[in-house]
Structure formats: C-alpha cells, structure tokens
Nanobody, 115 residues
Framework: QVQLVESGGGLVQPGGSLRLSCAAS????????MGWYRRAPGKQRELVAS???????NYADSVKGRFAISRDNSKNTVYLQMNSLKPEDTAVYYC?????????WGQGTQVTVSS
C-alpha cells in the first residue's frame, strides 16, 4: 500500500515560482507512471504533468514550458517545479499514479497565485 503526501504549496505572485514535493510512504520504484493533478475551484480535476520510471515526461498544454516534473526513486519522491505562475494555476495540487488510483489520493497542497 502506498500513501502519498504532497507539500510545497503556498501563496505566490503572478510570475513567481514554487516547487511541489510528493513523498511516498511505500516504494514507488515499481510504479511506472506518476503524475501531478490539480483541481481548481468549480473545475474538474486535470492531469498537468506525468513522468515514467525512465524519466519520459508529458505535460498539459496549459503548463508546457512553465512546469517541470521529476522523480527520485531512491527518495520515493516526485517533484513539480512551477515557474511563471499565473492566476489560472490556482488550485489544489495532488500527485498520484497515471492512471490514478482512488485509494492513493492524499490531501493535496494548495497553490494560490495572486497579487
């Protein structure tokens, strides 16, 4: 059983940066694809970035060129570096497998982009 705990969110001005971390209580080494999802107020949850065990990445068009996902299997951690943040990036961010598993959802971390 894997438990995922997200951290690193906060309040940032437009154009700023944040780095999110997702720590897994169990080994994610055998999990092929990990992803970062977000849910904005009044919107459906969306997958914004994913990474395979081999390091191949994929991004939603809305974050391409601004966000970077990475993983450190030795630390059981997945990261999301977010640059050039926009108000529309405001959401609760979660990590999970891709496709997601309902029993892996954590509490998420709130990201608020506002001046």
């Amino acid at each position: 059983q894997v438990q995922l705990v997200e951290s690193g969110g906060g309040l940032v001005q437009p154009g700023g940066s944040l780095r999110l971390s997702c720590a897994a209580s169990g080994s994610i080494f055998r999990i092929n694809v990990m992803g970062w999802y977000r849910r904005a107020p009044g919107k459906q949850r969306e997958l914004v970035a994913s990474i395979t065990s081999g390091g191949a990445t994929n991004y939603a068009d809305s974050v391409k060129g601004r966000f970077a996902i990475s993983r450190d299997n030795s630390k059981n951690t997945v990261y999301l570096q977010m640059n050039s943040l926009k108000p529309e990036d405001t959401a609760v961010y979660y990590c999970n497998t891709v496709p997601y598993r309902n029993n892996y959802w954590g509490q998420g971390t709130q990201v608020t982009v506002s001046s």
